[in-house]
């Protein structure tokens, strides 16, 4: 007795050991992910473009410009230049490349009434938090009575905010300078998501459905229909990056042919993920028709109903719950989908989304970001985050329509 005692709590011990290490694992992931990219988590990020607006402004030389006099707000960080009333900052970004932006601004600072580079007419105010990429000022040279004896001095981002307001201190008209402002944000990789799982979900739900009430209700067994099921097994464990390489020599050439598309596209990526989801459409469906008692089924075709009427009005809507379990299972995999994705719709980033274009999910652009030259570890957690959060929801929606599905189960 003891010597079989003392082995089940070798075995317990063993099974709670290899348990904690995947918990362990888990956890860990969690934690990396959220110290990194909740900093960079904003509502701005998730509704922002990601390509930032740029301006080109200039002084116009006929006006006057009240330079000089301005109080330095002696701010943290800050280093302000009293002839312009405005204070530069630093920090370095995801890249390690060194960015200076606005942090204070004189209420009659000159800067507030800018020109456009490319239309005079049109002001430019500058505002906080705007990204100065490079500016070039001019100052009087040694021949203080010859205007073309000018001095021009250039800065760039990489150069700090001290050598800027340096420059800026020493210059009596700015003659060009570079203004960028939001940037870095995933409306279009959202929005792209949502359009495809509307567009999967339309192409994949009527034919797995299908396939599962007939298989089950409908389709005699036999080799044929045991021969299917195998196939069905066997193509949800294919690689998602095979059915990439299918959607690239198929899909793509239809819908170029039919919908007029240049290459990949969203259309093109719905029907590949189409492909891929069927599988778990069939086995779930299937399973959830395979709980409903087949009391259901007797007691319709004694009342006089037809076997179509049984299936469509009777089997189906208590099959409901399952078949919502299928869908969003399905949801899960779209959000997580990437290799087959990056075959098929492309991994350029975009804040303009068309169905007939490339663009990129939730997932391929943690791919894009993390695959380019400078690599953005915090904006890709950031962007994870969104997705662990969706995929626990959907895994807590599974959860809650499995109780209400288990309760056509016999109990003992």
Not at 75 to 92: A, E, I, N, P
Request: hydrophobic share 45%; aromatic share 8%; charged share 15%.
């Amino acid at each position: 007795m003891k010597k079989r005692k003392r082995t089940d709590s070798i075995l317990n011990g063993i099974t709670y050991l290899f348990s904690s290490f995947g918990v362990l694992v888990l956890a860990a992931i969690i934690v990396f992910i959220f110290s990194k990219g909740a900093s960079k988590l904003s509502w701005n990020m998730i509704t922002g473009d990601y390509t930032p607006n740029q301006y080109l402004v200039n002084m116009n030389s006929g006006e006057n410009y009240n330079l000089g006099g301005y109080t330095d707000p002696k701010k943290s960080g800050v280093h302000f230049s009293s002839v312009w009333g405005v204070g530069l900052s630093q920090r370095t970004n995801n890249a390690n490349e060194l960015e200076v932006y606005v942090s204070y601004i004189s209420e009659n600072s000159p800067l507030k009434n800018m020109h456009d580079s490319s239309n005079s007419k049109n002001y430019v105010t500058i505002k906080l938090n705007q990204k100065i990429g490079r500016i070039v000022v001019s100052g009087p040279g040694e021949d203080l009575e010859d205007p073309s004896d000018d001095v021009y001095l250039y800065a760039f981002a990489k150069n700090g905010a001290k050598y800027i307001v340096s420059i800026m201190d020493m210059a009596t008209a700015i003659d060009d300078m570079t203004l960028t402002e939001g940037g870095g944000g995933i409306r279009g990789s959202i929005i792209t998501t949502i359009y495809l799982i509307i567009l999967t979900l339309i192409i994949a739900l009527p034919l797995g459905i299908g396939a599962a009430v007939y298989l089950h209700e409908y389709a005699k067994e036999n080799k044929i229909t045991k021969l299917m099921r195998t196939m069905i097994e066997m193509t949800s464990g294919i690689p998602s990056i095979i059915f990439g390489l299918v959607g690239v020599i198929i899909f793509i050439p239809i819908m170029d042919t039919v919908a007029g598309t240049d290459g990949g596209s969203l259309i093109s990526g719905a029907l590949t993920l189409s492909i891929i989801l069927l599988p778990v459409i069939i086995r779930t469906t299937e399973e959830a028709l395979k709980v409903i008692p087949d009391s259901y089924r007797q007691a319709s075709l004694a009342l006089g109903a037809s076997k179509t009427q049984t299936v469509f009005k009777v089997v189906i809507p208590n099959a409901v719950n399952g078949i919502l379990t299928s869908v969003i299972l399905s949801i899960g995999r779209i959000i997580g989908e990437s290799a087959a994705l990056i075959f098929v719709i492309g991994t350029s980033v975009k804040d303009k989304i068309l169905i007939t274009e490339r663009s990129t999910s939730l997932s391929v652009h943690i791919w894009a970001l993390m695959g380019g030259d400078k690599n953005s570890t915090d904006l890709c957690c950031a962007i994870s985050i969104i997705i662990l959060l969706v995929v626990f929801v959907l895994s807590i929606s599974v959860k809650l329509i499995s109780k209400r599905f288990n309760r056509f189960e016999v109990k003992a």
